[in-house]
């Protein structure tokens, strides 16, 4: 294998992080998480808290959000055959009541094997096992999916959260619209219906994209030389209002300011070579690392993430790796919440 180069090894985007600074649960008030605003050419940093975020935006800025909605989509079950407890995560519908799963214990659940969900209301059975160990699995049922899932299903909080949600709602942005993720797009829940409307009423525009968050996000990086990662892909959708005013405030020589690093991905993956956008819908298996060149996207807002994730290669790459550990030596310094629940950071 090749050397990485400086910058392209996964162990560059390595920092120490205490344990109890990884958030457990959500704040009372979305809004009332802190805010650190790092200017990527200079490095600075500032602290603040988050409902200051109007502060940092002008008329004519257009914000793009991510309005995919987390599914419930964790599901307790046991093998018929010998009753033995099974967890099974929906990653992908493939079609109809065929989905990509993740389940655990995977060595018993072979294809062939018949599962019962909550006492019989769902079953299921492992039809093939597909890349990475992924299980296709058939479901079986009388009634509606939905309300089926909404009943048993419990939302698939990442494995480094152990407190028990008690509100489905908060592991959801308040402007969730499209069902269909396995993780929530955690860098729009510090936003209140009454902060994107001072937004909306100071002239912001906000622009909505669904892209379906996988589980590929927080795959870790296996591999030393960045290079040789591969990102799973994502189903994205632009619509034709999201499309024209994201294009209208480039024109206008306004910001294009992303929400997490899903809406990133998204336009980045949807628009031309002049950073030019249409309606579209497709899948992404973009990976942005340093040395990538942002065609659409100006500024970021993003939560903290993990060490030498892929997440935090894409903020490296807007910002310079220099400067984000940097920030995140600070962040650690100043106690701030880290990961999903955790607080956020603005990268101008």
Same mark, same amino acid.
């Given at each position: 294998?090749?050397?990485?180069?400086?910058?392209?090894?996964?162990?560059?985007?390595?920092?120490?992080?205490?344990?109890?600074?990884?958030?457990?649960?959500?704040?009372?008030?979305?809004?009332?998480?802190?805010?650190?605003?790092?200017?990527?050419?200079?490095?600075?940093?500032?602290?603040?808290?988050?409902?200051?975020?109007?502060?940092?935006?002008?008329?004519?800025?257009?914000?793009?959000?991510?309005?995919?909605?987390?599914?419930?989509?964790?599901?307790?079950?046991?093998?018929?055959?010998?009753?033995?407890?099974?967890?099974?995560?929906?990653?992908?519908?493939?079609?109809?009541?065929?989905?990509?799963?993740?389940?655990?214990?995977?060595?018993?659940?072979?294809?062939?094997?018949?599962?019962?969900?909550?006492?019989?209301?769902?079953?299921?059975?492992?039809?093939?096992?597909?890349?990475?160990?992924?299980?296709?699995?058939?479901?079986?049922?009388?009634?509606?999916?939905?309300?089926?899932?909404?009943?048993?299903?419990?939302?698939?909080?990442?494995?480094?959260?152990?407190?028990?949600?008690?509100?489905?709602?908060?592991?959801?942005?308040?402007?969730?619209?499209?069902?269909?993720?396995?993780?929530?797009?955690?860098?729009?829940?510090?936003?209140?219906?009454?902060?994107?409307?001072?937004?909306?009423?100071?002239?912001?525009?906000?622009?909505?994209?669904?892209?379906?968050?996988?589980?590929?996000?927080?795959?870790?990086?296996?591999?030393?030389?960045?290079?040789?990662?591969?990102?799973?892909?994502?189903?994205?959708?632009?619509?034709?209002?999201?499309?024209?005013?994201?294009?209208?405030?480039?024109?206008?020589?306004?910001?294009? #300011?992303?929400?997490?690093?899903?809406?990133?991905?998204? +336009?980045?993956? *949807?628009?031309?070579? @002049?950073? !030019? %956008?249409? &309606?579209?819908?497709?899948?992404?298996? #973009?990976?942005?690392?340093?040395?990538?060149?942002?065609? +659409?996207?100006? *500024?970021?807002?993003? @939560?903290? !993430? %993990?060490? &030498?994730?892929?997440?935090?290669?894409?903020?490296?790459?807007?910002?310079?790796?220099?400067?984000?550990?940097?920030?995140?030596?600070?962040?650690?310094?100043?106690?701030?919440?880290?990961?999903?629940?955790?607080?956020?950071?603005?990268?101008?």
């Amino acid at each position: 294998m090749e050397k990485a180069m400086d910058g392209l090894k996964t162990s560059d985007y390595f920092y120490e992080l205490p344990q109890e600074l990884i958030a457990q649960d959500p704040l009372e008030d979305r809004s009332s998480s802190r805010l650190m605003v790092l200017d990527k050419e200079t490095g600075e940093i500032s602290h603040h808290m988050f409902r200051e975020i109007p502060s940092f935006l002008k008329p004519g800025d257009c914000l793009v959000l991510n309005n995919t909605k987390v599914i419930p989509a964790r599901l307790m079950g046991v093998r018929e055959e010998t009753g033995g407890a099974v967890e099974v995560l929906l990653l992908k519908r493939r079609t109809g009541d065929v989905w990509e799963t993740l389940v655990k214990p995977g060595k018993k659940a072979r294809p062939g094997t018949r599962l019962v969900f909550g006492n019989g209301l769902l079953r299921a059975q492992v039809e093939d096992v597909v890349e990475d160990g992924n299980r296709l699995i058939r479901f079986f049922y009388d009634g509606i999916w939905e309300e089926i899932l909404d009943r048993l299903g419990e939302m698939p909080l990442p494995p480094y959260i152990t407190h028990r949600l008690q509100d489905k709602n908060r592991y959801q942005t308040v402007y969730a619209r499209y069902e269909g993720s396995a993780a929530a797009p955690t860098a729009g829940l510090h936003f209140t219906p009454e902060l994107l409307q001072q937004l909306q009423d100071m002239g912001v525009e906000l622009a909505y994209v669904t892209l379906h968050v996988g589980l590929g996000t927080f795959r870790p990086v296996k591999v030393e030389n960045v290079k040789e990662h591969h990102m799973h892909s994502e189903y994205y959708q632009v619509s034709a209002e999201a499309a024209e005013k994201i294009n209208r405030a480039k024109e206008n020589g306004h910001r294009v #300011i992303c929400v997490g690093t899903t809406s990133c991905r998204t +336009v980045e993956s *949807a628009c031309d070579e @002049n950073g !030019h %956008l249409e &309606e579209c819908c497709d899948n992404t298996d #973009i990976f942005i690392y340093p040395g990538y060149r942002f065609k +659409v996207l100006d *500024a970021l807002i993003t @939560n903290f !993430h %993990l060490p &030498e994730s892929t997440l935090v290669m894409l903020v490296s790459a807007l910002a310079g790796r220099e400067h984000v550990l940097a920030a995140y030596e600070e962040a650690v310094k100043e106690k701030y919440r880290f990961f999903s629940f955790g607080d956020a950071m603005l990268v101008q």
